[in-house]
Nanobody
Framework: QVQLVESGGGLVQPGGSLRLSCEVSGMIFRLTTIGWYRQAPGKQREFVARITGGGMTYYADSVKGRFTISRDNTENTVYLQMKSLKPEDTAVYYC????????WGQGAQVTVSS
C-alpha cells in the first residue's frame, strides 16, 4: 500500500527558510520520480518541483532559485528546502508520484507571515 507522509511545515517570517520532508512507502522508491505540489486557499493545486530517481530536478518558475528538491534513496525520503520565503508561498504542500498520482497525504501547512 502506497503511503506518503509530509512533515516539516510551520509558520515563518518572509525571507525565512523551512525544510519539508516526504516519506514514501509502498513503491520502488529509487525508480520513482517524486514531485512536490502546493495548494493555496481558494486556488488549485500547482506543481512546485520534481526529482527523478537519478536525481534530475525540475522547478516551477515561481520557486526557481529559492527552493531545492533532493532525495535520499536509502531513507525513501524526498526533501524540499525552501529559502527566501514569500507570503505567496503560503499553502499546504503535498508530495506525490509524478505522472501517476496515488492517494494524497495530509500535506504540510506552510505559512509565511510577519
Amino acid at each position: 500500500q502506497v503511503q506518503l507522509v509530509e512533515s516539516g511545515g510551520g509558520l515563518v517570517q518572509p525571507g525565512g527558510s523551512l525544510r519539508l520532508s516526504c516519506e514514501v512507502s509502498g513503491m520502488i522508491f529509487r525508480l520513482t520520480t517524486i514531485g512536490w505540489y502546493r495548494q493555496a486557499p481558494g486556488k488549485q493545486r500547482e506543481f512546485v518541483a520534481r526529482i527523478t530517481g537519478g536525481g534530475m530536478t525540475y522547478y516551477a518558475d515561481s520557486v526557481k532559485g529559492r527552493f531545492t528538491i533532493s532525495r535520499d534513496n536509502t531513507e525513501n525520503t524526498v526533501y524540499l528546502q525552501m529559502k527566501s520565503l514569500k507570503p505567496e508561498d503560503t499553502a499546504v504542500y503535498y508530495c506525490n508520484r509524478w505522472g501517476a498520482f496515488v492517494s494524497w497525504g495530509q500535506g504540510a501547512q506552510v505559512t509565511v507571515s510577519s
